[in-house]
T-cell receptor, first 106, second 114 residues
Framework: KNEVEQSPQNLTAQEGEFITINCSYS?????LHWLQQHPGGGIVSLFM???GKKKHGRLIATINIQEKHSSLHITASHPRDSAVYIC????????FGTGTRLQVFP | NAGVTQTPKFQVLKTGQSMTLQCAQD?????MYWYRQDPGMGLRLIYY???????DKGEVPNGYNVSRLNKREFSLRLESAAPSQTSVYFC?????????????FGQGTRLTVV
């Protein structure tokens, strides 16, 4: 079993829909990261959180340490949100999930 | 700001050839990393450097060597490339080590070994 599991693996949505991507992990962590990988390949950090909830624009990330689970929400999704979203958990090193491929259609 | 710069972006090697992937960051970060990304798998750590002058093996170090030339630069060398090393390679840096610091990634190097 992978130490970091993401679901779903693939997700399609219509523009404007509310999106949820889930991440469960089985190891002890210091923090959890959400990353976005664009179709061109570049990876950018969206959030780093160790408790509670963070919001940036239309993106919201939550984490439940007791349940070892995090969610990434996208409100009012847009085609430019189409990307692979990667969850990573870390203590001394980061362990990455395999990513969720999101496609948002107009 | 340049952030993390990797070169080259694409490379094709023949089996047995050697090459060095270059990485430089201009954010004064202490820690630097090399990852590989393969289809259906998460990013896997090859080597990392917690500070200038130190390097340590990650999850998949076999077939690779690294050099932390100075605080800015961290290179990855393939001495004798093998088809199993066909992958996309990412360099990253962070202020501190491990999961407590935001990581900044380069644009990636797509390497094909034939």
């Amino acid at each position: 079993k992978n130490e970091v599991e993401q679901s779903p693996q693939n997700l399609t949505a219509q523009e404007g829909e509310f999106i949820t991507i889930n991440c469960s992990y089985s190891v002890g962590i210091s923090a959890l990261h959400w990353l976005q990988q664009h179709p061109g390949g570049g990876i950018v950090s969206l959030f780093m959180l160790s408790s509670g909830k963070k919001k940036h624009g239309r993106l919201i990330a939550t984490i439940n340490i007791q349940e070892k689970h995090s969610s990434l929400h996208i409100t009012a999704s847009h085609p430019r949100d189409s990307a692979v979203y990667i969850c990573a958990v870390g203590a001394d090193k980061l362990i990455f999930g395999t990513g969720t491929r999101l496609q948002v259609f107009p | 700001n340049a952030g993390v710069t990797q070169t080259p972006k694409f490379q094709v090697l023949k089996t047995g050839q050697s090459m060095t992937l270059q990485c430089a960051q201009d954010m004064n970060h202490n820690s630097m990393y090399w990852y590989r990304q393969d289809p259906g798998m998460g990013l896997r750590l090859i080597y990392y450097s917690a500070s200038e002058g130190t390097t340590d093996k990650g999850e998949v170090p076999n077939g690779y060597n690294v050099s932390r030339l100075n605080k800015r630069e961290f290179s990855l060398r393939l001495e004798s490339a093998a088809p199993s090393q066909t992958s996309v390679y990412f360099c990253a840096s962070s202020t501190g080590q491990g999961g407590l610091s935001e990581a900044f990634f380069g644009q990636g190097t797509r390497l094909t070994v034939v």
